[in-house]
């Protein structure tokens, strides 16, 4: 079975400063996909960034980017330059073989 | 990005009715499409594969008698909640796969409340 771990149920970061979430997931497949989705007070979950995991090199997406570490099953999302706009419940997900999961999420506030 | 649709975004019934909820790949086929549920400040949690044209692969736990999955074009998927009690209430979200990204789009969710 695949699962996911966040260990951080609540972050929070100032503005324009960097803050980094933590994931860490098991799964026996090579051939994976790994998510971070942002789901702020609408409830719409909104794709934050995608990792190969037959991609070396780490994801980044403007002032979001991964540190993929596949050997110790590592997928940490750093946000820099915080933005109010950022605050939101972030979500890591595993997915294979139409097989998805998602960790607890970890709320982050923003403060002005 | 991709766009997904879930109608109705909120629905009131009463216990023991039926309700169904739609969920659109608006601008993508989507062979595969999942059906989550989440209860306050928790994760979502998957409830069953939809495959078009084929039966849904239900979670441990999930009843697929209560539950009804319908995938009957690569656009549309839909659940329909039988005979719903309150304890069905809950957030009802899904999600399509678009196979040439192998990435998931989710739909705005449908908030379900049984009286």
């Known amino acids: 079975a695949q699962t996911v771990t966040q260990s951080q149920p609540e972050m929070s970061v100032q503005e324009a400063e960097t803050v980094t979430l933590s994931c860490t997931y098991d799964t026996s497949e090579s051939d994976y996909y790994l998510f971070w989705y942002k789901q702020p007070p609408s409830r719409q979950m909104i794709l934050v960034i995608r990792q190969e995991a037959y991609k070396q090199q780490n994801a980044t997406e403007n002032r979001f980017s991964v540190n993929f570490q596949k050997a110790a099953k590592s997928f940490s999302l750093k946000i820099s330059d915080s933005q109010l706009g950022d605050a939101a419940m972030y979500f890591c997900a595993l997915y294979n073989n139409n097989d998805m999961r998602f960790g607890a999420g970890t709320r982050l506030t923003v403060k002005p | ?115």
């Open chain 2, 1 to 115: 990005g991709a766009v997904v649709s879930q109608h109705p975004s909120w629905v009131i019934c009463k216990s023991g009715t039926s309700v169904k909820i739609e969920c659109r790949s608006l601008d993508f086929q989507a062979t595969t499409m999942f059906w989550y549920r989440q209860f306050p400040k928790q994760s979502l949690m998957l409830m069953a594969t939809s495959n078009e044209g084929s039966k849904a692969t239900y979670e441990q736990g999930v009843e697929k008698d209560k539950f009804l999955i319908n995938h009957a074009s690569l656009t549309l998927s839909t659940l329909t909640v039988t005979s719903a009690h309150p304890e069905d209430s809950s957030f009802y979200i899904c999600s399509a796969i678009r196979a040439s990204t192998d990435t998931q789009y989710f739909g705005p969710g449908t908030r379900l409340t049984v009286l």
